[in-house]
C-alpha cells in the first residue's frame, strides 16, 4: 500500500537559513507527489508537485522539490527561509483505490523561523 | 483560479443536534470533493471521497449514517453531522479535485466544530 514518511516533526530554522523537509514515499509505479503548506488559520495550499518531465521541479514562494527514484524521496527546499514561511507542510502521493483517486498523507513537518 | 470555500467557519452546536457544512469550488467544476477531518498536530484524515451525482464513498471506520455526504451539483458538496456528540468537534476540511487531474485538490479554509 502507498504511504508517506515525513521524517521530520518539528523543525526550527533562522530566518535567511536554508530548508529541506523530508519526504519518503512508497509506490510502486511512478508516483504523482504533492507538497502542502498549511499556515495558521489559513486552509491548505498547494506549493508544488511532480507528475513526470523535469525531476526538479519550482513552486511558488520560492520553493522547490527534487523527486529522487532510486532513494524514493521528494524532499522540499528553500534557500532563504522567511518569517512567513512558519507553518506546517505536508507532502502526499496520489493513490488509487478502486474507482476512486485520493490523496495519501504523511504526517507533517511543523517548521518553525526564529528571527 | 481554483478557489473552494467553506462555510461556516466555526459553529458550536449543542449535543444531539446536527450541522450541515458547505463546500463549494468557486471557479471550476469539480466532480470529484473530499471531507477531510484534522485533529490538533496532526495529519489529514480522510473521510470520504463525494462523487457528483453518486453515492459518496467512505474510509473505512467512518460512520456513514453519522456523518452524511451530499454532492448535488459540480459546485457543492454538504457534510452533515447528525446526532453530534463532543467527540465530533474537530476541523472539518473539505477539498475538490482539479477537474483535468488524477489527484490534485484545492482545500477549503476549514470549519471548526465544536460540540458542547
Known amino acids: 500500500a502507498q504511504s508517506v514518511t515525513q521524517p521530520d516533526i518539528h523543525i526550527t530554522v533562522s530566518e535567511g537559513a536554508s530548508l529541506e523537509l523530508r519526504c519518503n514515499y512508497s509506490?510502486?509505479?511512478?508516483?504523482?507527489l504533492f507538497w502542502y503548506v498549511q499556515s495558521p488559520g489559513q486552509g491548505l495550499q498547494l506549493l508544488l508537485k511532480?507528475?513526470?518531465?523535469d525531476t526538479l521541479v519550482q513552486g511558488i514562494k520560492g520553493f522547490e522539490a527534487e523527486f529522487k527514484r532510486s532513494q524514493s524521496s521528494f524532499n522540499l527546499r528553500k534557500p532563504s527561509v522567511h518569517w512567513s514561511d512558519a507553518a506546517e507542510y505536508f507532502c502526499a502521493v496520489g493513490a488509487d483505490a478502486g474507482n476512486n483517486r485520493k490523496l495519501i498523507w504523511g504526517l507533517g513537518t511543523s517548521l518553525a523561523v526564529n528571527p | 483560479g481554483a478557489v473552494v470555500s467553506q462555510h461556516p467557519s466555526r459553529v458550536i452546536c449543542k449535543s444531539g443536534t446536527s450541522v450541515k457544512i458547505e463546500c463549494r469550488s468557486l471557479?471550476?467544476?469539480?466532480?470529484?470533493m473530499f471531507w477531510y477531518r484534522q485533529f490538533p498536530k496532526k495529519s489529514l484524515m480522510l473521510m470520504a471521497t463525494s462523487n457528483e451525482g453518486s453515492k459518496a464513498t467512505y474510509e473505512q471506520g467512518v460512520e456513514k449514517d453519522k456523518f452524511l455526504i451530499n454532492h448535488a451539483s459540480l459546485t457543492l458538496s454538504t457534510l452533515t453531522v447528525t446526532s453530534a456528540h463532543p467527540e465530533d468537534s474537530s476541523f472539518y476540511i473539505c477539498?475538490?479535485?482539479?477537474?483535468?487531474?488524477?489527484?490534485?485538490?484545492?482545500f477549503g479554509p476549514g470549519t471548526r466544530l465544536t460540540v458542547t
Open positions: 477539498s475538490a479535485r482539479w477537474p483535468s487531474s488524477y489527484y490534485e485538490q484545492y
Open positions: 471557479d471550476f467544476q469539480a466532480t470529484t
Open positions: 511532480y507528475f513526470s518531465g
Open positions: 509506490y510502486g509505479a511512478t508516483p504523482y
